[in-house]
């Protein structure tokens, strides 16, 4: 059974940084794209970020574009998000998920990742 965990949210002053790591069981993620997914509390989920199962293809939400970096090692079955220059806005749940190779063009919406995460808290805030 495939499982995702992230970890690495907290509480973090505005400016500050995060790293958020999302680690794969029960999975190759080398056969999956990644998306991290954001969610706060009355809003719609966001796309965030996704990266392509080589690592070759990247994707960023205008919002985050510039400030968080996505990468993966896939010799230890994670993927990371590089978190910076944090805002409030940025406060959110933020869920991993998996796709077969590649973001596709549904990314920012989550189409088609059939594998989800349980949710990392990120609060922002001084």
């Known amino acids: 059974q495939a499982q995702l965990v992230e970890s690495g949210g907290g509480l973090v002053q505005p400016g500050g940084s995060l790293r958020l790591s999302c680690e794969a069981s029960g999975v190759s993620l080398d056969l999956y794209a990644i998306g991290w997914y954001r969610q706060a509390p009355g809003k719609a989920r966001e796309g965030v970020s996704c990266?392509?199962?080589?690592?070759?293809?990247?994707n960023y939400g205008y919002s985050v574009e510039g400030r968080f970096t996505i990468s993966r090692d896939n010799a230890k079955n994670t993927v990371y998000l590089q978190m910076n220059s944090l805002e409030p806005e940025d406060t959110a749940v933020y869920y991993c998920?998996?796709?077969?190779?590649?973001?596709?063009?549904?990314?920012?919406?989550?189409?088609?990742?059939?594998?989800w995460g349980q949710g990392t808290q990120v609060t922002v805030s001084s």
């Open positions: 998920a998996a796709r077969p190779q590649v973001c596709g063009s549904g990314w920012y919406n989550g189409l088609e990742y059939y594998y």
């Open positions: 990266i392509s199962s080589t690592g070759s293809s990247t």
